[in-house]
Nanobody
Framework: QLQLVESGGGLVQPGGSLRLSCAAS????????VGWFRQAPGKEREGVSC????????KYLDSVKGRFTISRDNAKNTVYLQMNSLKPEDTAVYYC?????????????????WGQGTQVTVSS
């Protein structure tokens, strides 16, 4: 069964950090771009960051540049999103997704496989 599973979400105070993980099972991420997306209550899902299969290309939403870092460990079939200096506006359900065409964009419909999401809440 092809599956992406996110973990690492939780409640954190403003200015804090979290590291999200996206682990694949049933298929390899070696040749896929992986993106992180988020959806806040009442808002549309938006692309946060993505990374190409080799890790050589990355993209970030403007509002997270300098605070979030995406990385991948193909040996562990896992992609990470390190989130620092978190703000209340980062509160959302975070999803990872894989694009087998390795396009590495923040365009939602280009992604084939999706995880179930992990909640990130930034609040004092």
């Amino acid at each position: 069964q092809l599956q992406l599973v996110e973990s690492g979400g939780g409640l954190v105070q403003p200015g804090g950090s979290l590291r999200l993980s996206c682990a694949a099972s049933g298929f390899t991420l070696d040749y896929a771009a992986v993106g992180w997306f988020r959806q806040a209550p009442g808002k549309e899902r938006e692309g946060v960051s993505c990374i190409s299969s080799s890790g050589g290309r990355t993209k970030y939403l403007d509002s997270v540049k300098g605070r979030f870092t995406i990385s991948r460990d193909n040996a562990k079939n896992t992609v990470y999103l390190q989130m620092n200096s978190l703000k209340p506006e980062d509160t959302a359900v975070y999803y990872c997704a894989a694009d087998s065409a390795d396009r590495a964009t923040l365009i939602i419909f280009e992604y084939d496989y999706w995880g179930q999401g992990t909640q990130v809440t930034v609040s004092s």
